[in-house]
């Protein structure tokens, strides 16, 4: 079950990524501790267990109840983008993996930009503004592009925009976590009633220590 628990905590977060940069397209705003979570994420290199990444499986729980609710029913009206943007944040990641190149740009810039995020705070409009940089400057080469759909409005406001480009490459880093794992885009086909199982005794286990 293990196996299946650890998958289902990096799917939730794969879908908190997509959720916040849907959030953000559309409101141009979204919850500090969720962004946090995210940010957080991308300087964890050896973890010694799965929620070791978000800081707490407890940090995913809005994403690990949008899991549950796309694993029900395979779609749902309310997480079309969201779930556009997590196969689309899985696809890309299979395309990233093909290339050590950018792999190593991206493990030395994290560094540095984890230098930073240390010396402001993880959520500093600074640390953005440099995570954004980096996903421009490696995932955004491909030809392959994610289409962000939103308000104009926050779209062309560049805090946000840094914002949506930082989430879409938290996303990147759980779907590097869930390939780790095992995980595959056939998995979440055949192997859904095992992923929400452990999906739903993952939430039922925080709802119960939250009481």
């Known amino acids: 079950m293990s196996k299946w628990r650890d998958q289902a905590i990096a799917l939730a977060g ?22 946090q979570t995210a940010v957080y994420s991308l300087f964890q290199v050896n973890p010694e267990r799965v929620g070791d990444v978000f800081d ?10 949008v899991s549950r609710q796309l694993l029900r029913t395979r779609q749902h009206p309310e997480y ?13 990641q299979r395309q990233l993996a093909k290339k050590p190149d950018l792999l190593a740009i991206i493990g030395s810039r994290l560094e540095k930009a984890q230098v930073q995020a240390e010396h402001f705070s993880l959520t500093h409009e600074n640390v953005f503004s440099n995570l954004a940089s980096i996903y421009t ?3 955004s080469t491909f030809r392959f592009r994610i289409q962000v759909l939103g308000d104009f409005n926050f779209l062309q406001q560049q805090r946000i925009a840094n914002q949506i480009r930082t989430m ?21 086909i055949f192997q859904r009633k095992k992923l929400l199982a452990a999906t739903e005794q993952v939430i039922a286990e925080l709802e119960q220590a939250n009481m």
């Open 80 to 92: 079309t983008d969201c779930l556009r943007y997590a196969l689309s944040i899985l696809y890309l």
């Open 137 to 139: 400057d490696t995932l």
């Open 168 to 188: 879409l490459f938290a996303g990147v880093r759980a779907a590097t976590l869930w390939r780790q794992l095992g995980g595959s885009r056939l998995h979440l």
């Open 56 to 65: 707490g499986t407890d940090k995913l729980l809005p994403g690990l109840r």
């Open 14 to 35: 794969i879908f908190q990524a997509s959720m916040l940069v849907e959030r953000l397209a559309k409101t141009g705003s979204a919850p500090d501790e969720q962004l």
